[in-house]
């Protein structure tokens, strides 16, 4: 019985709203807010539960941020084109299987940044 009921449990879901796709942004911080849906965002120590869990931010191949209570601020990042990926994974630090992700390719410019005065 409890296999057909989490046979039927909606998927959870991940979107990445900002910074859009193709999105120039200045990257001090650079501010990612995200969209979840099924999944309990939960603190990392917190014991391992089905259905929740953090996620795990991902900029051009490598772990910057992980956390639970978007929206979550990145510093340090270089000028230049960045592929932003964003997963859901357990407590355990472990992804979902099948994996829940998004991603969106952006452009870090500084110069955005600057304060015109």
Known sequence: MWRWLLACAPDPTLAITSPTADAVVCGEPLVVAVAVTEFALIPMDDPVTP??????????????????????DIFGMADGRALLRAELVGSDHKPLDPPVTDEVQITIDHTRCEDPS
């Open 51 to 72: 259905g929740a869990g953090h996620i795990d931010l991902i900029l051009n191949g490598q772990p910057v941020m992980m956390g639970h209570e978007p929206p979550f």
